[in-house]
């Protein structure tokens, strides 16, 4: 017997499916009890009525064979519109839709510890608009579901029928099967809807039942009460509902989760879609095969039965292969501005919870694809909802405190992309694995922790600095392909990702990972882009201004970080990357958006999300780092521009880069800002934090490196940079001597200075972007020659002084990185006479050695004398000329003063372990631009 033409696919319009035939015949005449004879049904004759609190509630009540759960629910803008109208053609439905559902299954009966979520009795319970009940129950019996639909109303009806259809699509959109109405129904052909009589019982409750073949799951029988002439609908004017293939779901976790604890028998799965949204109206789930382009599964949301609150729920049954589909949202609403709609029902949405991408193609570097079909497709990957068997083994984090961290700033990709990065296999560069093979360089040069740039899924056409799409799941290209080059399959990326993080644990390295939560990629109201959050509840997900337009940051859409819904997506994402990957902190770019008070935007001293962040149980144990791009956008706090930390917060000095560049070229006035950038920045961090809260950095990886900081004048950029008098590459070896010199005497002020030291990738190879910061001129870090710009020649050199510099930084940890801000001055400052002041305000020359010398108003010299350590005498000459200088006596009675740092040296000697012995009272001669370090040691030391 074969479908009736009535019978109309959910599908997109491409997949006009021919009319497919049943394997066997629908009874004409179905029992009464249809499998529930054995049953109790809890609206028979002498059961008590349940009384409601007040009208316009809902009861819904599941069952599950080990799970009964029951909810309440307000209905409040839904109204109950009779089907009218046929619905636009669409195909018909497969038997086995898109590949995704299983197929009819022989099994005649299951065990009930196995996929039970797919064979328990399910039962609906709605209370009527004539103060009736409607009761629906569902139950699978081998190849068909059972369904029952009873109605108990105010006594006195004569006639009772029920009026419905069939929709997957849409509740709107309905559907007549012929061959599945019972006996007696009649058909009303253009609104693709079916009357049925109901059989009065002898309790006074009227019931009709019937069969539906499993092959028609996914779908749901939407129907309303005709009494005696009268339609009745459920409480709040909605429409009755039964599903058939799918259940109500839990509205947590939200995303995509396993429903049943393991497979049924015919090998298929149960997952939950839990989906938040104030505004929509209505969701539907969408699935498609993994390579099997152009066919998807649409499964509508009822709001009544599939919503609890602000967040809709469903489980779907009977899938095959879940870990090899795709999945995303349709979500309609108001499109009101004032209402905050920015609803796209044309758009198949990422889940903003989606763990894991469906794979895209490999792409060049720092672009992702844009062959990709245009057409909205699932992004989320269903493989995320499976237990990871990945073997953590002894992984244990490395918990190194804040005093002892030197960071590396790094970008991912580029770091093995280069073809001289001694990564042997092509399709491993660029890519997790490349960093475990590179892990030695990064244990060799000193550092304990790397700062990874952003890692989550960003959109098909983004590049490197565009911000991110999908907050909890790693980027596909980051991970290597398979060995016959096929994109490899989200679950395989996770497991990279953890390898990569294992592999730096064991080497008592950990990772931090950049996040950034303001500025999405959806574009702004005048360009927008529906990817998720716009088209899922802008309202609720994005600041809005007074008229309800989107506010805009980074000439992009702002997060609302403040808000309940993106509070909680925040916090479930960060927790996510610290259980599931083991990260060991987060960077958080645009701190500044976590301020911003919801909905509008006002900065606000006590930011909900960073007190939140600051105390949560799990995140407070991690290492958390403000990285404000704007600090006007803090809240002011004591007439400052502050970031609220709660004592839990680093935060990356505002002052250190610009204050040591200027210094280093030699501006006059710079040496009193210069001095309180070594000394951590004092009036930002003092404030109930500690030195170790304070992030120091000469460069950063998306600006310009160090190298052409001292090359280029004329940049892309506002920031400070000189070219020593010639702009580009050095013409002779006396300006490389000079520039190299300058590199150096920036990476002593870093590793000596209060604070954590932070090294951007490239700079201690003296690599060189040629002055420009775009990425698109960006290149990979170039193994071969250990940096290409001006100190590229003497690119190992720098190599050495960076790794020696990090060497002494830890020896002298005690004195260089007190616990506490000091109360009274450790440090003493010098001029180049250790009786004499500096010059702070950097005007002419006043001391013995007359005008003639010169301003020496970029000269500094500060000493740490400590009995129990060590004594450092450290001096800086910024002019352009040799300065003498004379360092103090030293406290400890028979030592002497060893010259451990001269950048003007060449290498080795410009950073050596022993040092050469200054004899007592002899000055020191410093050349021009550059820096040294005396440590003072008993005389007869080797």
Known sequence: MSLPSAWLSCFSEDLLTPLLTWPGTIPKEIPKASGFEKETHPLSKGEPSRVHPEPGLLEVGIDLPTTPR??????????????????????????????????????????????????????VRYLAEDGGHVHSRVKKQGDAYLVDMTYK?????????????????????WIGVENVAPEGSTFEGGQGATRTPMQREEDGTWNVSTRVPAELAPMAISFVIIRDGKFVAANGGHNFCAPVGMRRGSPTPLGASMASPGPAEDKTYAVNFSLYSESATGVKVCLARQGKDGKMLEVAFDPLLNKTGRIWHMTLEGLKKPHTLNYGFRVVGDLTWKHGGRFDPAAVLLDPYSKLLAP??????????????????????????????FDWGGDCRPNIPLERLVVYEMNLEEFTAHSSSGVADDKTRGTFLGVIEKADYLESLGVNAILVEPLCGRDKEATLSDPLLALFAPDGRFAACGDNGDMPKPHEVSRQLKSMIKELHKRGIEVYLQVEFGPTPEGTDDAPRTLSLRGIDAKSYYLQGEVGDVVVLENASALSCNGPAARQLILDCLRHWVVEYRVDGFSFKHAEALTRAHPHGAPDPRPPIVEEIAFDPLLSGVKLFADPCNRLGLPELAGKHLFPHWKQFAEFSPSFTSDTREFTRGSAGSTSKFAHALCGTADIFSNGRKPAHCINAITRYRGLPVA???????????????????????PDGALVARRLSQLKMMFLVLFLSQGIPMVAMGDETGQTRRGSSRAAKRGSFRWETLGDGDAGKSGKDLHRFVQQAILF????????????????????????????PPNWEGDACAWPEGPESGNLGSFLAFSILAPDEHDLYVAFNCTTHVVEARPPLTTSPGSVWRRIADTSLPSPNDFTSGGEVLQPGAPVHLAPSSAMVLEASPAGAP
């Not at 004569?158 to 419905?164: A, R, T």
């Open 153 to 173: 109303g105010v006594e006195g009806a004569e006639d009772v029928q029920i009026h419905w259809g069939i929709y997957r699509r849409s509740p709107e959109e």
């Open 708 to 730: 052409d900081v001292v090359s280029y004048a004329q940049t892309e950029t506002q920031e400070v940079t000189w070219n020593n008098g010639v702009e580009g590459p050095a």
């Open 809 to 836: 930084r830890k020896k002298h940890l005690q004195l260089l990185q007190p616990e506490e801000f000091p109360l009274e001055p450790v440090i003493k400052w010098h001029s180049p006479d250790p009786d004499h």
């Open 360 to 389: 895209r193609p490999r792409v060049e570097k720092g672009v992702l694809s844009e062959d990709e079909p245009s057409e909205s497709v699932p992004m989320g990957a269903l493989a995320q909802i499976f237990d990871d068997d």
């Open 70 to 123: 029951r909810a309440m629910a307000t209905m409040k803008s839904a109204r109950f519109r009779v089907p009218s109208g046929r619905p636009r053609p669409r195909g018909a439905l497969s038997r086995t839709p898109c590949d995704v559902w299983a197929g009819l299954t022989t099994s005649k009966t299951r065990s009930p510890s196995v996929g039970c979520a797919s064979t328990g009795l399910q039962q």
